[in-house]
């Protein structure tokens, strides 16, 4: 097993004796750099292939959302009696605006933003959902592959993503 060398954090270490592997954590084992680089060539491709499920199989039709006139106390109706945790806002003729989560609501509900800090609580609920939606908002198209999608949830912690024709949701 030969061993190729590797940035350590201290130093950088080349070795070729398969028996300091114990005394050298950080080296990287040419075995375990050609698996590596294997299985990025296997994500690589999977781009190439033709995608299994895409945006269009797997989205919420018709699609339900705030319009910009909406409250805040109409959003936590409407989140709460169809059980959902993000609804898009749209302007009065459909165009994307942003998006509104059930976390946004129960921060500025229980006066805290967005860092959990301490702010003025809303009193009423008669604040309009543009005040808390987020934007802009990450979008797919009806053909994007899933699996691209997941990776937007992973890398920008969210969970949800709105499918777009054209402008509108």
Partial sequence: VEK????????RIEAND???????????????H??????YRQVEALHEEQPVVVA????????????EKMT??????LL??????????TTDGGELMGMISDRDLLQALGGLNERYERRRALADGHERVTA????????????TDVRLIARLFVEYHIGAVPVLAGRDV
């Fill in 56 to 67: 269009r199989q797997i989205m919420s039709s018709p699609v339900v959302t705030l319009t």
């Fill in 132 to 143: 808390l939606m987020r934007s802009p908002v990450l979008t797919a198209v009806e053909n």
């Fill in 4 to 11: 190729v060398g590797a940035v350590s954090p201290r130093r």
């Fill in 72 to 77: 805040v106390g109409e959003a936590v109706a």
């Fill in 18 to 32: 398969p028996d300091q592997a114990d005394n050298y954590p950080d080296v990287l084992i040419r075995r375990d």
């Fill in 80 to 89: 709460h009696a169809r059980r959902f945790r993000h609804v898009p806002v």
């Fill in 34 to 39: 050609d698996q590596a680089f294997a299985a």
